[in-house]
């Protein structure tokens, strides 16, 4: 009937081997000959066989898939570093299952308890960070984790980090040193300390530069999402351009300096000929907009390579101590930072 599995026993049959030695053979195993190995997986193609992952996970005890909770998958930054983890699991074998915690607590554990259900392997983990909820629930299911680019501060736990306070530094600096006295820095509104660390980095370097005190502002978030509130940000920036003098702006990420300047361009504010972005995350590497932007980024593809790494040895019952990785960042100048 069509779309019946084709089986071991028929594979057997078409090459006159045993279900067993076909067995074998599929799995490359080194105890038959290469050349009994490649007729049977070319009889084995020309049949359509598809392996049974089902069975396989029964008899090894593993899955070979692992989980990838994220914020928001329409954020090309949260796209890239899935992308890379995949690459990474495929020198493993595994497949990889991306599920999205909108940055909200209870979809987050829902996203855990649907990765353990599938009986994935392991999961690498970049955290709401709105409590530890979600690393308890990791470790009451026993499943092996790895937390990307966040961590759960004061707890144990293996992590790749970027140098965030020098990321908001390396921004504010970027400004500074083409001109720009006043500057703003636009907050996120939750609680993800990796972005806290950037805006103490940017205060970190208007206290090195001199800036006065009423030269440096933070913009505040009042909304649910980056979206909205680049709304009432940009109308804030228009006025603090128009009123005040201000120049340089520093955006907590490269998606929500997209939103101000879309925005902006509604208050007849232009980038960068009028008010100057810099961002973080260097979404522009992968995800070009019409304006690329001046961005903050790292080497996201050691940081998610080494990740998976010290992922397949949490799995494979590793037991040294967790460790933090931080990794180094850089100024990416697309020209945003004058006119």
């Not at 008899?59 to 909770?69: D, E, F, P, V």
């Not at 909200?104 to 983990?125: F, K, P, T, W």
């Amino acid at each position: 009937m069509p779309g019946e599995r084709v089986t071991l026993s028929e594979i057997a049959k078409a090459t006159g081997y045993t279900i067993n030695t076909v067995s074998r053979a599929l799995r490359n195993q080194s105890d038959i000959a290469v050349a009994t190995r490649q007729k049977i997986q070319e009889v084995a193609r020309r049949m359509g066989y598809v392996p049974n992952m089902a069975a396989s996970s029964l008899r090894l005890g593993r899955s070979n898939t692992i989980a990838c909770i994220v914020g928001y998958v329409v954020n090309p930054y949260f796209g890239l570093l899935f992308e890379y983890v995949s690459k990474a699991a495929a020198a493993y074998g595994w497949n990889v299952m991306v599920l999205s915690s909108n940055e909200d607590e209870q979809s987050e554990l829902a996203a855990i308890q649907s990765a353990y259900a599938r009986g994935v392997d392991g999961v690498v983990l970049l955290p709401t960070q709105k409590s530890d909820r979600a690393r308890q629930a990791l470790e009451q299911c026993g499943l092996p984790y790895v937390l990307l680019a966040r961590q759960f501060p004061g707890h144990e736990a293996d992590c790749m980090l970027c140098d965030e306070e020098e990321a908001g530094y390396l921004a504010a600096m970027h400004l500074i040193a083409h001109g720009h006295r006043k500057l703003a820095y636009v907050c996120d509104g939750g609680c993800v300390a990796e972005i806290l660390l950037r805006r103490d980095g940017f205060l970190r370097a208007a206290r090195e530069a001199g800036l006065a005190q009423e030269d440096v502002r933070l913009i505040p978030s009042q909304r649910e999402s980056g979206q909205e509130d680049a709304v009432d940000q940009a109308a804030t920036i228009a006025q603090l351009y128009r009123e005040d003098g201000f120049t340089g702006v520093v955006a907590f990420c490269d998606m929500q300096a997209r939103y101000l300047i879309a925005e902006l361009r509604k208050h007849r504010v232009r980038v960068p000929e009028d008010v100057c972005i810099v961002g973080f995350d260097n979404i522009d590497s992968a995800s070009p907009s019409p304006l690329p932007i001046c961005s903050v980024g790292s080497d996201y593809q050691a940081m998610c390579e080494l990740a998976v790494n010290r992922l397949h040895s949490r799995i494979q019952d590793s037991a040294e101590p967790a460790r933090i990785e931080l990794f180094p960042v850089a100024i990416n100048c697309r020209h945003s930072c004058h006119s």
